[in-house]
T-cell receptor
């Protein structure tokens, strides 16, 4: 298994541009989520999904959209990038929302200028 | 979610045991204690979790105080690879909130050769 994969690893955007961060898992996990990590801080939940076709907001959802058309993929869209969205983004998955162990991807480092 | 308090940093020597403390005085009876760690430039990694009894797995041991107001993650023989930020997280065991992990600042563990 490849586990949780994220692309790209690095990205630089200008203010106002849009882009999609990709996340995929090959473990047939129902639960997937996106976090952001700002320098020197812990991770904060952006959006999550408990299965295909179902998404919900986390702690810091503003400026981000998600969709879940398949079990494997959970892309995160930045609608109009702002410097405040400069961060490292992590995708995570687990077998279900009640599973103890979550698997995290390697992260995407995003800089918005 | 209930709060946790961890030391900002700790140091250890290679091959010695490491005891990482976590205080959670406001823990409720339905909160599980989870530990994750984050190696440099990687996503978080599940370490261990428990409710009331002490727990052991291949990575570590978790010692939970009888009143559950504190816990200690024990690495029996630290290696250089164990240098990471360790997060102690309380999770309500139920409902749709269970999948959400609330990360604090964590403890930065430095392991000396």
């Amino acid at each position: 298994n490849a586990g949780v994969t994220q692309t790209p690893k690095f990205q630089v955007l200008k203010t106002g541009q849009s882009m999609t961060l990709q996340c995929a898992q090959d473990m047939n996990h129902e639960y997937m989520s996106w976090y952001r990590q700002d320098p020197g801080m812990g991770l904060r939940l952006i959006h999550y999904s408990v299965g295909a076709g179902i998404t919900d907001q986390g702690e810091v959802p503003n400026g981000y959209n998600v969709s879940r058309s398949t079990t494997e993929d959970f892309p995160l869209r930045l609608l109009s990038a702002a410097p405040s969205q400069t961060s490292v983004y992590f995708c995570a998955s687990s077998y279900s929302i009640n599973t103890y162990e979550q698997y995290f991807g390697p992260g995407t480092r995003l800089t918005v200028t | 979610d209930a709060k946790t308090t961890q030391p900002n940093s700790m140091e250890s020597n290679e091959e010695e045991p490491v005891h990482l403390p976590c205080n959670h005085s406001t823990i409720s009876g339905t909160d599980y204690i989870h530990w994750y760690r984050q190696l440099p430039s990687q996503g978080p990694e599940y370490v261990i979790h428990g409710l009331t009894s002490n727990v052991n797995n291949r990575m570590a041991s978790l010692a939970i105080a009888e009143d559950r107001k504190s816990s200690t993650l024990i690495l029996h023989r630290a290696t250089l690879r164990d240098a990471a930020v360790y997060y102690c997280i309380l999770k309500f065991a139920g409902g749709t909130s269970y999948g959400k992990l609330t990360f604090g600042q964590g403890t930065i563990l430095t392991v000396h050769p």
